[in-house]
C-alpha cells in the first residue's frame, strides 16, 4: 500500500509543478503563431532588402556606362555646373537617365493621343527638351534670387568693413545673416579660404558657379583692391550703386517691352490653343491633319514656323543693359 501511496505522491506533485509552471510561463498557439510569422517576416525583410541591393548595383552599373558611352569629360564637367548652378541634386548621368525617360513618355502619351507613328518622334523631342528647360529655368531662378540679395549683401560687406571687420570677417557675419542660395555660396566662399584656398581664387570660383555680371564686378573690384591698394568700402559703395542701377533700368526696359513679350507668348500659344478647341468641336475636322501625309507636313511646318517667330520676338524684346 506504501509503495502504491508513494508513485502517486510523486505523480501529484509533479502534475502540480508543471500545472503552476505553465501558469506562470504559457506556451500559447499565438506566441508559436507570432514566433513562426516573425521568422517568415524577417526571411522576407532580407528578400527586400537583397532586391534594393540588386537595382542598386543594376542602377551603378547603367550610369556608369552611361558615362562611359555618352558623356564625355567636358560634357560630364559642363553637366555638373548646370545641375549645380539649378540647384538639382542629380549626376550628370541621372539627368541623361531622366531625359532618356522623358523622351520614351512623351513619345508614348502623344500616340496614345494621336496613334500615329509617324508623329510618335515629335513627342520623344518634347520630352528630351522638357528636362532642359526645366534645368535651364531653375537655373535661371537661382540666378535672379542671388542678383536680387546681391545689393544688400555688398552694402552689409560695407558696413562690417566701415566697423573695423577684416573681408573674411564680413562675409561670415553677412553669410549668418542671408538667405538661400546666397548663404550656400558665402558660406562655400568661407570654407574654400579656410582649407587654404586664396581670397582672389575663392572669389573667382564663385564666379564660374554663379555667373553675374555684377558678381563679376564686384569681385573685379575686390581683386584690383588687394593688388594695388585703397578703400575697400568706398569701391563698394559705388559698386552698390551702380547695380541698383542697373536694376532700376531693366526694370523700365521689362516694362516697356511687356507688350511685345506677350506678343510673342500670344503667338507661339495661340495655335495650341485654337487646334484643342477645334478638336474638342469637331474631331473629325482636325483629325485629318494628324492622320493623312500631307496634314502632318502643314503640321510639321507650322510647329517650326511658330517657334522661329516666337524666339525671333524673344530675341527683338531682349535688350541687355
Not at 502534475?15 to 499565438?30: A, D, G, M, N, R
Not at 575697400?232 to 559698386?239: F, G, N, Q, R, S
Request: hydrophobic residues 50%; contains cysteine.
Amino acid at each position: 500500500m506504501i509503495s502504491l501511496i508513494i508513485p502517486l505522491i510523486f505523480l501529484t506533485t509533479f502534475l502540480l509543478f508543471l500545472s503552476i509552471l505553465q501558469f506562470l510561463t504559457p506556451v500559447k498557439e499565438e506566441t508559436v503563431k507570432s514566433r513562426i510569422d516573425r521568422y517568415f517576416s524577417a526571411n522576407k525583410e532580407d528578400v527586400v532588402e537583397e532586391k534594393k541591393i540588386r537595382l542598386k548595383l543594376n542602377l551603378n552599373r547603367t550610369k556608369i556606362n552611361i558615362r562611359k558611352k555618352l558623356l564625355t569629360k567636358a560634357k560630364n564637367n559642363k553637366l555638373e555646373i548646370s545641375l549645380y548652378r539649378a540647384g538639382v541634386p542629380l549626376k550628370p548621368e541621372e539627368y541623361v537617365m531622366f531625359q532618356w525617360i522623358a523622351v520614351a513618355l512623351g513619345a508614348g502619351i502623344l500616340y496614345l493621343f494621336v496613334e500615329s507613328i509617324i508623329i510618335m518622334p515629335i513627342g520623344g523631342i518634347v520630352g528630351f527638351l522638357i528636362p532642359r528647360f526645366i534645368l535651364k529655368k531653375k537655373e535661371s531662378d537661382k540666378a535672379k534670387a542671388f542678383n536680387d540679395d546681391l545689393p544688400e549683401m555688398i552694402s552689409s560687406v560695407v558696413g562690417a568693413l566701415k566697423s573695423g571687420f577684416s573681408f573674411p570677417q564680413a562675409l561670415t557675419s553677412v553669410m549668418e545673416e542671408a538667405k538661400t542660395p546666397m548663404k550656400e555660396e558665402l558660406g562655400t566662399v568661407l570654407r574654400e579660404m579656410q582649407y587654404g584656398t586664396a581670397m582672389e581664387e575663392a572669389l573667382n570660383n564663385l564666379k564660374e558657379r554663379m555667373p553675374s555680371d555684377d558678381l563679376d564686378l564686384m569681385i573685379q573690384a575686390i581683386i584690383i583692391q588687394r593688388q594695388v591698394g585703397g578703400n575697400l568700402a568706398t569701391v563698394l559703395e559705388k559698386i552698390v550703386q551702380t547695380i541698383r542701377d542697373r536694376i532700376k533700368i531693366q526694370g523700365q526696359i521689362a516694362t516697356l517691352t511687356a507688350q511685345g513679350r506677350l506678343s510673342g507668348m500670344v503667338i507661339g500659344l495661340l495655335p495650341v490653343i485654337l487646334g484643342l478647341v477645334l478638336y474638342l468641336i469637331q474631331p473629325d475636322y482636325i483629325g485629318v491633319l494628324f492622320s493623312h501625309p500631307i496634314g502632318l507636313i502643314l503640321v510639321a511646318i507650322a510647329i517650326v514656323s511658330c517657334t522661329i517667330g516666337f524666339f525671333l520676338i524673344r530675341k527683338l524684346t531682349t535688350i541687355e543693359v
